[in-house]
């Protein structure tokens, strides 16, 4: 990757030692060399001890010690790349440092990442700008955007400081997806859906997202998080305006931001009489959690969408750890014929029958899977059905890391897979009324689907749970 007329010419990542370094800077910046996609300076930050020498051996061990491993001729060509600024984020004299050391390097079109906690955005952001290092450079930032809508636009307004919006990346894992990605084509490459796409023929849709696991040692980070910060405002939200959006005027990111936005800004505040919060047993013994912790390990919540396209159709979102599976998967529920000629034998001209109506279901994790659902004659002489699922895709192949994509794209400066900030705060008005409920959460057994309140949430059906792919779906 040479630096080309909007490419980025240096990467600068501030938090050289911490985890998400570690478990997914490394590994990207790994895979990017193995591609020949990483001609430019790599500049760790951190306050260390270390020199260029000691990052080498840092990074060699990390991957070493990650799932991805040491890919030695990729890893000789990312450590010549590599260099090293020890400094502390509190000190001016680090980012003249830094100034310094891309003036060196002759960068002129740096970008930042920021893999440091969110309290210390406004500190790097405001150093960089005072040291210019932020002149013509780009910066990117990890969720959580804020945990609630009063600091997310607090959040905004530090960035916007030293940035202009369009140099601002905010990465979500979830958007670099192929599953996720392949949602959106899916939807406008295709004419046959467009005209079902709507309240005439769409009866509700289901965003499912179940863990089986817990919070895997991270008690302190969860208890102060919960469900509805960690993946509804940010991964499921931005899932729901993927499925919900008009086709935008073409396939720039401007014009996609745009169409997204328009279904943010048209979703209903939650409304916590449409909510079901839970919380498996056992998590308050969990390492770091508070002995009388009230935080959502589970909620399951129905959103409204006052759109023409949309407008009565209830979109219900629920997730939850230690679930039966780990899926994610939407599931788009069609309404059903007016009138039942088959299967229904003494049940009246206008009988709807018991067989399913037909859906389509995309699988977005851990495998990427599009299907319909429909009903087809048995074999025989009656007129006799049975529900079939005719899979349009199937993949289990591997995957381009989430962040491996990301990172290349915000070198380039290719903003469509990264959320703006009038979305993140759309997002988190829509949340606003359902964070830190004073009412307690309902307990639930591990390997279950949550509370049983929430069984009765979807009207006149059911949750539709996932299943491992290869069984029968329900």
Known sequence: MSAGPSQSD???????TGDLAHKKIYPALQALARDGELGIPVIGVARAGWDADGLRRHVHEALAAGDVGVDEPAFSRLAERLRYLDGDYNDPDTFRRLRAELDAVG????????????????????????????????????????????????????????????????????????????????????????????????????????????????????????????VVQNHLLQVVSLLAMDAPVGDDAAA????????????????????VRGQFRGYRDEAGVAAGSNVETYAALRLEIDTWRWAGVPFYIRTGKRMPITATEVRVELKRPPLALFDNAGAGVAGNGAHRANYFRFRLGPEVVIAAGARVKRAG???????????????????????????????????????????????????????????????????????????????????????????APC
């Not at 240096?10 to 050289?16: E, I, K, M, P």
């Not at 990442?113 to 005072?130: C, H, N």
């Not at 979305?423 to 509370?451: H, I, K, N």
């Open 107 to 230: 960068s002129r079109r740096p970008l930042h990442y920021l893999a440091i906690p969110p309290s210390l955005f406004p500190t790097v952001v405001g150093a960089l700008g005072e040291s210019g290092c932020a002149a013509d450079a780009r910066v990117v930032v990890e969720k959580p955007f804020g945990r609630d809508l009063a600091s997310a636009r607090a959040l905004n307004r530090a960035l916007h400081r030293v940035f202009p919006e369009s140099s601002v990346f905010r990465i979500d894992h979830f958007l670099g997806k192929e599953a996720v990605r392949n949602l959106l084509y899916f939807r406008f490459a295709n004419a046959f859906l467009d005209p079902v796409w709507n309240r005439n023929y769409v009866d509700n849709v289901q965003v499912t997202m179940a863990e089986a696991f817990g919070v895997q040692g991270r008690g302190a980070f969860y208890d102060d998080v919960g469900a509805i910060r960690d």
């Open 256 to 275: 996609i931001h745009a169409e997204k936005l328009r279904v943010f800004r048209a979703m209903r505040p939650l409304d916590p009489a449409h909510l």
């Open 10 to 16: 240096a990467l600068v990542f501030f938090g050289a």
């Open 381 to 471: 002489e009656t007129m006799k059905g049975e529900d079939v699922e005719l899979v349009a895709r199937h993949q289990h192949g591997s995957d381009a890391p989430p962040y491996e994509r990301l990172l290349g794209d915000a070198l380039r400066g290719d903003a469509a897979l990264f959320t703006r900030d009038e979305a993140v705060e759309e997002a988190w008005r829509v949340v606003d009324p359902v964070l830190d409920l004073p009412e307690a959460v309902e307990a639930y057994d591990s390997g279950s689907w949550g509370p049983a309140s929430a069984r009765t949430m979807v009207e006149g059906d059911a949750w539709h749970d996932p299943q491992p792919e290869g069984s």
